[in-house]
């Protein structure tokens, strides 16, 4: 089983920036794709960004030029900032793995962190 914690979320105002951090541990595998979802109230989740193992970048375009993510091979750590936050950018942000090497994949996921961006 991996382990996902993720850390760095908040409540900020319209145009400012937050820093999320994930941390893998457990059975995570280097192979493995990290990522970030988030999910709004009412809303089904969905992908924000996310990174492979040798470095390949996603992101929606909702949040392209805004937010940038990033990797830590050697500490298992994903970050994502994000600057000029939006309000439409609240939600919950879930910390993802997902295992690519066996088929069909198999995503784990953090407990998610509350972000919230006032007007």
């Known amino acids: 089983q991996v382990h996902l914690v993720e850390s760095g979320g908040g409540l900020v105002q319209a145009g400012g920036s937050l820093r999320l951090s994930c941390t893998a541990s457990g059975s995570f595998d280097r192979s493995d794709a990290l990522g970030w979802y988030r999910q709004a109230p009412g809303s089904q989740r969905e992908l924000v960004a996310t990174m492979t193992a040798n470095g390949g970048t996603y992101y929606d375009d909702s949040v392209k030029a805004r937010f940038t993510i990033s990797r830590d091979n050697a500490k298992n750590t994903i970050t994502l900032q994000m600057n000029s936050l939006k309000p439409e950018d609240t939600a919950v942000y879930y910390c993802?793995?997902?295992?690519?090497?066996?088929?069909?994949?198999?995503?784990?996921w953090g407990q998610g962190t509350q972000v919230t961006v006032s007007t």
């Open positions: 993802n793995a997902r295992r690519t090497s066996i088929w069909p994949p198999v995503d784990y």
